[in-house]
C-alpha cells in the first residue's frame, strides 16, 4: 500500500507568511494528489486536487505543486482563517485513497 | 443544493453492530461513487470505504469483513453497516462524494459527520 508522509507534522507561523507544506508517496503517484483543509469540530475541505488544481472558490494564495513522489502545498499571505490543519491524499492506488498524518498549522 | 447528511452514530458495546447513514440531496447517489472516511479523537483522517456507481465495493483492511457500505438509489442514501465493533473504531466518521477529476480524483464535498463510541 502507498504511504503518505507529511512534513512537518506541525508548524508556527504568523498572519502574512508564505509557508509550505510537504507530502512524500512512498511509491510514484503520478499527480494524483489532493489536499484538504480542516478546522476543528469541522469536515474536511477540499483546496487542490490533481496536484496543483485549484478547487472553486478557494482562494488563489493556495497552490500545489510536485508530481510523482513529492509534493508541496503553499500559503502565501497567511490569512488568520488558514490556521487549520492539512492533508493530503492520493488517489492512484485505486481504491485504496490514503491519507497523510497532518499537518497542524498555528499562529506563532 | 449538494448536501450530505449523516446519522445513526451513538454509544455502541465492543461487539456491537450500528447501521450509519449519508443522506445525499443535490445529486443522484447512484451516478457517484460514494465513501465513508473516519476519524479518531485527536487523530487524522483515515479512508475506510467506498461504493463505486457500478456498486462494487472496497474496504480498508481495518474494517474489511466487518463493514459493509450500501446504497438505495430510492432513497438516494449510503449506508455504513458497522458489525463485531472494537473501541479502536471510535471515530467521527464523514460520508464523503467522490469527484473523477483527470489525474485521479478527490473528494469534493463531505457531510458534517457522526460520532460513533465503541465502549462498555
Known amino acids: 500500500a502507498i504511504q503518505l508522509t507529511q512534513s512537518p507534522s506541525s508548524l508556527s507561523a504568523s498572519v502574512g507568511d508564505r509557508v509550505s507544506i510537504t507530502c512524500r508517496a512512498s511509491q510514484g503517484i503520478s499527480s494524483a494528489l489532493a489536499w484538504y483543509q480542516q478546522k476543528p469540530g469541522k469536515a474536511p475541505k477540499l483546496l487542490i486536487y490533481d496536484a496543483s488544481s485549484l478547487e472553486s472558490g478557494v482562494p488563489s494564495r493556495f497552490s500545489g505543486s510536485g508530481s510523482g513522489t513529492e509534493f508541496t502545498l503553499t500559503i502565501t499571505s497567511l490569512q488568520p482563517e488558514d490556521f487549520a490543519t492539512y492533508y493530503c491524499?492520493?488517489?492512484?492506488?485505486?481504491?485504496?485513497?490514503?491519507f497523510g498524518q497532518g499537518t497542524k498549522l498555528e499562529i506563532k | 443544493e449538494v448536501q450530505l447528511v449523516e446519522s445513526g452514530g451513538g454509544l455502541i458495546q465492543p461487539g456491537g453492530s450500528l447501521r450509519l447513514s449519508c443522506a445525499v440531496s443535490?445529486?443522484?447517489?447512484?451516478?457517484?461513487?460514494m465513501s465513508w472516511v473516519r476519524q479518531a479523537p485527536g487523530k487524522g483522517l483515515e479512508w475506510v470505504s467506498v461504493?463505486?456507481?457500478?456498486?462494487?465495493?472496497s474496504y480498508a483492511d481495518s474494517v474489511k469483513g466487518r463493514f459493509t457500505i450500501s446504497r438505495d438509489n430510492s432513497k438516494n442514501t449510503v449506508y455504513l453497516q458497522m458489525n463485531s465493533l472494537r473501541a479502536e473504531d471510535t471515530a467521527v466518521y464523514y460520508c464523503?462524494?467522490?469527484?473523477?477529476?483527470?489525474?485521479?480524483?478527490?473528494?469534493?464535498?463531505w457531510g458534517q459527520g457522526t460520532r460513533v463510541t465503541v465502549s462498555s
Open positions: 461504493i463505486h456507481s457500478g456498486a462494487g465495493t
Open positions: 464523503a462524494r467522490v469527484v473523477a477529476t483527470p489525474e485521479g480524483g478527490a473528494f469534493d464535498i
Open positions: 443535490g445529486f443522484t447517489v447512484s451516478y457517484k461513487y
Open positions: 491524499q492520493q488517489f492512484n492506488n485505486y481504491p485504496l485513497y490514503t
